[in-house]
């Protein structure tokens, strides 16, 4: 193991109770967790170079496609991650051993029995979003082709959300460092090599993801596990009791609602993209995955929102609640607007990197700015995210996605009709606002409620 690895382990074993937040607290765990979530927008960017420099925007749109069916798969069950670290964040602070433990085995248990059944039901589930999704026919051969090699993933997808969730609740950063790189790295590796050296093209793609989240899984599993101290552990029977399954379940749902509403914005940005023609479509593409790359960005800093005010409200300390919050903001709007800048000054020549097909490079080019900016307009959203998962004020944040879904509906309808394209930009960017300030409102009276006496 590494100096590093000691360093982090030794450092967060120094027990419950009040804590200082600095900014090497935070830093400690926001650099790794944006150095490890970067090499995922890193994935997303290679494999559209991949399939861009194939040189048609068919096969283009048909990864956009099939990526957005994986969003609605996957990404719906990123209340597997977010539960997990929210739980084990309040254990660590409260110095229950024990009960991090048995969130890890609860959260593992229902990960692996979820990517099963979605592995079981995939055939229904492309059908399902090829309707929902409406792609033209040669769209929707490869997005078909992309969905059944990557759909083999699923069970070990999912377990690297719970495996994920369980480092970054006890704030170890630079495991989960280590683990993001391990997975992106070797799909990033395999998705040139199968992809264009093999010349297996999309389906190459997609095979490189299933290896990735394969090998991810097991050595992260073999991480989490060799860590555990035994004297700890719960008898199984305790781990599955009901009353202890019932709030996790409950904060899934209401996660889980969150996450699904999130990805339903993402959808139909995606469906009406399609009404403007597979070029649009394509460059909308390539702009959303410079708008990933900000979000990830920004994540690690949500990361350690999460990790700090989760502890905090399990050690009861609302002084380090308070400065965590206001640090974190403070790191996030400075990050926000420098991401910004650099997409405006080099978002044409990253365009170029990703695609050869000059016609969605001028499309993309004229809708490049406003991908930029989401980082400054998701900057509140992407922090109090992590804020609401770490006190696990679950009901709080589907209620307002629900209500910035709502806001982000009705501007579309005003904006797309009248603007095009870039009436479909400004809607996600007023989506992001929404979701940020929506949140922001409900902080103090939350918080006075966690805290009180």
């Known amino acids: 193991m590494t100096a590093a690895g000691n360093l982090e382990i030794d450092e967060n074993a120094r027990g419950a109770g009040p804590f200082l937040v600095t900014n090497r607290l935070i830093l400690s765990i926001a650099i790794p967790m944006t150095l490890g979530f970067l090499t995922t927008p890193l994935l997303g960017l290679v494999d559209t170079a991949v399939v861009g420099r194939l040189g048609q925007a068919t096969l283009l749109a048909g990864l956009a496609v099939g990526a957005i069916l994986f ?12 539960s997990t670290t929210g739980l084990v964040a309040q254990a660590f602070g409260r110095g229950d051993r024990a009960e991090e433990q048995a969130v890890f085995w609860r959260s593992l248990a229902i990960a692996l029995v979820s990517g099963t ?3 079981l039901v995939s055939p229904i589930l492309l059908s399902l979003g090829l309707w929902l999704l409406a792609p033209g026919p040669e769209v929707a051969e490869v997005t078909r082709t992309y969905f059944l090699w990557r759909i083999l993933s699923s069970p070990f997808a999912l377990a690297n959300y719970a495996i994920l969730g369980f480092v970054l609740g006890r704030g170890q950063g630079t495991t989960g460092l280590l683990l993001q790189t391990l997975i992106n790295g070797i799909n990033v590796v395999l998705s040139i090599y199968l992809g264009l050296h093999l010349g297996w093209g999309v389906m190459g793609v997609a095979l490189a993801t299933v290896i990735g989240e394969t090998v991810g899984a097991l050595v992260g599993f073999a991480i989490v596990y060799a860590r555990f101290d035994r004297s700890s552990s719960l008898a199984w029977k305790e781990v599955f009791s009901m009353d202890r399954l019932k709030p996790l379940f409950g904060l899934n749902r209401d996660i889980m609602i969150r996450s699904f509403v999130l990805l339903a914005a993402f ?31 920004l994540d690690g800093l949500a990361n350690a929102a999460e990790q700090l005010t989760g502890r905090a409200i399990g050690a009861r300390f609302r002084p380090a609640f308070d400065r965590a919050l206001k640090m974190t903001a403070l790191w996030s709007f400075a990050l926000a607007a420098a ?5 405006l000054d080099f978002g044409d020549r990253l365009i170029d990197t990703l695609t050869t097909a000059e016609d969605v490079r001028a499309v ?38 629900l209500l910035a879904f709502a806001g982000y509906a009705a501007s579309l309808l005003v904006l797309v009709p009248l603007f095009g394209n870039h009436g479909l930009w400004a809607g996600l960017n007023l989506f992001l606002l929404f979701r940020g300030l929506f949140l922001l409102a409900l902080v103090p009276r939350r918080a006075r409620t966690s805290f009180a006496s």
């Open 364 to 401: 993309a080019y004229e809708f490049m700015p406003w991908a930029a900016i989401t980082a400054v307009t998701g900057a509140l959203a992407f922090l109090m995210d992590g804020v609401f998962i770490g006190a696990t004020w679950s009901r709080d944040m589907r209620n307002m996605m």
């Open 117 to 119: 059944v979605a592995l």
């Open 339 to 343: 991401t910004t800048v650099a997409f």
């Open 267 to 297: 959808t139909l940005m995606t469906r009406i993209g399609t009404s403007f023609g597979p070029v649009t479509l394509a460059a909308n593409a390539v702009l959303m995955t410079i708008f990933l790359v900000a979000g990830y960005y």
């Open 71 to 82: 969003d609605l798969i996957f990404t719906t069950f990123n209340f597997l991650r977010a």
